[in-house]
């Protein structure tokens, strides 16, 4: 603030998402923060406007999937309307990540009251920004970082797994397998193959893969991986451990979505 006055900045995260009415608490956080709109004194002193910063999703029955002039409208629309000055989105269930401010025509001062024909000069309209994968921007963002470090880590396990197959054997054995030189050709194929699908994963984030295709990689590494796991049932000495290597191999996929989410 500035000598005694105070700006009031409410933050969502991830909130709206879980509420039955959400439009409800929206109009009840903008009448809250046109209550505590502050002004310099004199008519012309700086009006310290509260706002909201939200990370989540707006009411999806008004808003669809991070369109930013929908969510300008529901926001200015509200009893107590805010304004939109800024909005971005993200990959993920709380799409919509954005600041908008209690305007200006209505808000309420500590001392007197604030002429409803006061207002700010409004911020340029900007551009929707849309949401899908394939519409981000092409390199650089976060999701992309997040890409390349899974397929990376596919990878290294894929190099890990031919060399134990060479060596000691440890994951054929945790499996309830013989040695991988003793499987029958087609469950030494079907080795070979995920080998081959992990180290494959470098194509995609060190030759230049597009995102769509290191999303494809991972997905089809994280289910060949499941499948190769209950595929092992049928040959394995140790069938009271089939639920959960099979448990394990899901749990790894499971995390790597929730993260990608």
């Known amino acids: 603030g500035r000598e005694g006055k105070q700006r009031v900045?409410?933050?969502?995260?991830?909130?709206?998402?879980?509420?039955?009415?959400?439009?409800?608490?929206?109009?009840?956080?903008?009448?809250?923060?046109?209550?505590?709109?502050?002004?310099?004194?004199?008519?012309?002193?700086?009006l310290f406007?509260?706002?909201?910063?939200?990370?989540?999703?707006?009411?999806?029955?008004?808003v669809s999937y991070a369109n930013e002039e929908e969510a300008r409208s529901l926001l200015g629309g509200l009893d107590w309307g805010l304004e939109l000055t800024?909005?971005?989105?993200?990959?993920?269930?709380?799409?919509?990540?954005?600041?908008?401010?209690?305007?200006?025509?209505?808000?309420?001062?500590?001392?007197?009251?604030v002429d409803a024909a006061v207002s700010e000069s409004q911020p340029e309209e900007s551009q929707p920004t849309p949401m899908l994968n394939d519409e981000l921007p092409p390199r650089g963002t976060k999701l992309d970082e997040f890409l390349v470090l899974?397929?990376?880590?596919?990878?290294?396990?894929?190099?890990?797994?031919?060399?134990?197959?060479?060596?000691?054997?440890?994951?054929?054995?945790?499996?309830?397998?013989v040695p991988f030189a003793e499987l029958p050709p087609l469950g030494q194929a079907l080795g070979v193959l995920w080998v081959v699908v992990g180290?494959?994963?470098?194509?995609?984030?060190?030759?230049?893969?597009?995102?769509a295709m290191q999303q494809a990689g991972l997905i089809l590494y994280g289910a060949y991986e499941i499948a190769l796991t209950v595929a092992a049932w049928s040959i394995t000495n140790n069938p009271d451990g089939n639920l959960s290597r099979l448990g394990a191999a899901a749990?790894?996929?499971?995390a790597v979505a929730f993260c990608f989410v």
Do not use: W
């Open 199 to 211: 180290v494959g994963q470098l194509a995609a984030s060190e030759g230049g893969g597009s995102r």
């Open 49 to 62: 406007r509260n706002a909201l910063v939200f990370a989540d999703r707006l009411p999806k029955e008004s």
């Open 150 to 177: 899974v397929c990376r880590c596919y990878a290294g396990a894929g190099l890990a797994h031919a060399v134990d197959f060479a060596t000691a054997n440890k994951l054929p054995a945790a499996a309830g397998l």
């Open 86 to 113: 800024d909005f971005m989105p993200k990959p993920g269930l709380a799409s919509s990540m954005g600041v908008a401010q209690a305007q200006a025509a209505q808000a309420k001062i500590e001392e007197g009251f």
């Open 251 to 254: 749990g790894v996929q499971l």
């Open 9 to 46: 900045v409410v933050v969502l995260e991830a909130v709206i998402i879980y509420v039955d009415d959400p439009t409800s608490v929206l109009n009840l956080l903008g009448e809250v923060l046109h209550d505590g709109n502050t002004r310099d004194e004199g008519e012309d002193g700086d």
